[in-house]
């Protein structure tokens, strides 16, 4: 009887997983690039807290460049690449902290969602809402839709 | 007894799958956050947020709202037109903006210019008349650009699944009739069914 009943188990466990992927097509992406590229980027040293482990060896945070709009806002871009070959999906929201480390704007920041394709890199935008803010968090969390 | 068991096994699992962590009593969420509903015909509220985050982004990124002689730009809101098929006040977008670019300390917008004459503000636009009068001299504000857009709707349909895609086009007009920053942001949501979530 134990054995029917883990055959019974594992049967639709095999079966549920089968239709949570049923929907999720492998799709990769190919680029081509100039191989000397003439653009310095300046990435930012970056400190990491992750809590989803499983999110972030899918979605690899590659590094954050950083530069000033002309009016001397902060402007981000996050490079993320999709380390597997099916489509991701994700949120992500970029946190602005002045420099006593407040945090500004807070009820007007979005959570955005972002579609990633198999092996695709994306770079994720983000302008300072006020021109005293020095530094920024950006959250990720996992998509089920 | 047995054979029934994996029916059983089947259902629990499944609804397990399918019910998430969301309970069907009414709760507040995060207006916007990653719990609201999505739909596929609508313009979400997320969708709203999303379009003005990105826009607004965007005309600073470009600067454009910088090339004004004496800072922050004064901005009168235009006509912000909803062509879709949906009933919504277009403030649901261009406030949105407004507020971050108020809060970027880029642009002010004035509440006493309005389209056809007609400011948001009446008491505002009155009081700055009667000063004007008493001053006797014409020293209204006039605004640096005009904030005009059309939010445009697509939808198409392959059996059960329906598309829709919502385009939020704006327009940054100058004094010289020039759109000095236009943009652009799409959102294109598919499914049969609404759905809790991004």
């Not at chain 1, 899918?58 to 099916?86: D, F, M, R, W």
């Not at chain 2, 005009?148 to 086009?169: C, H, L, N, P, W």
């Amino acid at each position: 009887m134990t054995i029917r009943m883990t055959q019974t188990i594992a049967g639709a466990a095999l079966l549920a997983s089968v239709l949570l992927s049923g929907g999720c097509k492998s799709t990769t992406v190919n680029t081509v690039e100039n191989a000397q590229p003439t653009a310095k980027k300046e990435m930012v040293a970056d400190k990491r807290l992750i809590t989803d482990a499983d999110l972030a060896r899918k979605v690899y945070v590659v590094g954050v460049n950083e530069a000033k709009t002309p009016g001397g806002l902060i402007q981000i871009q996050i490079e993320v690449v999709n380390q597997t070959s099916s489509r991701q999906r994700f949120t992500y929201h970029v946190q602005w902290f002045d420099a006593a480390g407040m945090q500004l704007s807070s009820t007007t920041g979005a959570i955005l969602p972002c579609v990633i394709e198999g092996k695709e890199t994306r770079y994720l935008s983000a302008v300072a809402p006020h021109p005293a803010c020095k530094d920024f968090r950006v959250q990720f969390i996992e998509s089920s839709h | 007894m047995k054979k029934h068991l994996f029916p059983v096994a089947l259902v629990a699992l499944t609804s397990f799958v399918w019910s998430g962590c969301s309970s069907g009593g009414a709760r507040r969420i995060d207006a916007g956050g990653r719990e609201s509903v999505t739909t596929v015909g609508h313009v979400d509220i997320q969708d709203f947020v999303a379009a003005a985050e990105a826009s607004v982004g965007k005309l600073l990124a470009a600067g454009a709202l910088d090339k004004v002689p004496n800072p922050p730009a004064i901005l009168a809101v235009s006509l912000v037109r909803n062509q879709t098929g949906q009933q919504f006040d277009t403030d649901l977008l261009t406030k949105k903006i407004r507020v971050k670019l108020n809060t970027s300390g880029k642009a002010l917008t004035t509440t006493t210019v309005g389209l056809d004459g007609v400011a948001e503000d009446p008491l505002a636009k009155q009081l700055q008349g009667e000063r004007e009068l008493e001053e006797k001299k014409r020293a209204g504000v006039t605004p640096d650009f005009t904030l005009s857009g059309k939010i445009i709707e697509t939808r198409a349909r392959a059996g059960d699944v329906r598309q829709s895609t919502f385009s939020f086009q704006l327009s940054l007009t100058d004094k010289r009739g020039l759109a000095v920053w236009e943009g652009e942001e799409e959102i294109t949501k598919q499914g049969k069914r609404p759905s809790v979530g991004f």
